[in-house]
Nanobody, 125 residues
Framework: VQLQASGGGLVQAGGSLRLSCAAS????????MGWFRQAPGKEREFVAA???????YYADSVKGRFTVSRDNAKNTVYLQMSSLKPEDTAIYYC????????????????????WGQGTLVTVSS
């Protein structure tokens, strides 16, 4: 599978952005799809994910502000980000778990095996 993330940019604190992750080569609906982010000098961290069945889960730091969704017809996953804070500044990556799953939550980088190239989100104060 190839994942192409887009939609990053510069936004003021309190603003919104929507990231997209378009996939080719494999239907997204059959797999866990995740969003991660990596701020300068920090490790890549989990942000949000959508399960094959369509339910979603989030990191505590973004719960209530970010929404992950999936459009099966477009084979695209979205991350709608609202009430953005300067600490949300990072490169955002989409990822897919192509391996079989036997759990309901996957949150580490090792749980996902296909990655997009990342898109930069900068939130100014």
């Amino acid at each position: 599978v190839q994942l192409q993330a887009s939609g990053g940019g510069l936004v003021q604190a309190g603003g919104s952005l929507r990231l997209s992750c378009a996939a080719s080569g494999r239907a997204l609906s059959s797999y866990f799809m995740g969003w991660f982010r990596q701020a300068p000098g920090k490790e890549r961290e989990f942000v949000a994910a959508v399960r094959p069945g369509g339910s979603t889960y989030y990191a505590d730091s973004v719960k209530g502000r970010f929404t992950v969704s999936r459009d099966n017809a477009k084979n695209t996953v979205y991350l709608q980000m609202s009430s953005l804070k300067p600490e949300d500044t990072a490169i955002y990556y989409c990822a897919q778990r192509g391996s079989p799953y036997d759990a309901t939550y996957y949150r580490t980088v090792h749980d996902f095996d296909s990655w997009g190239q990342g898109t930069l989100v900068t939130v100014s104060s």
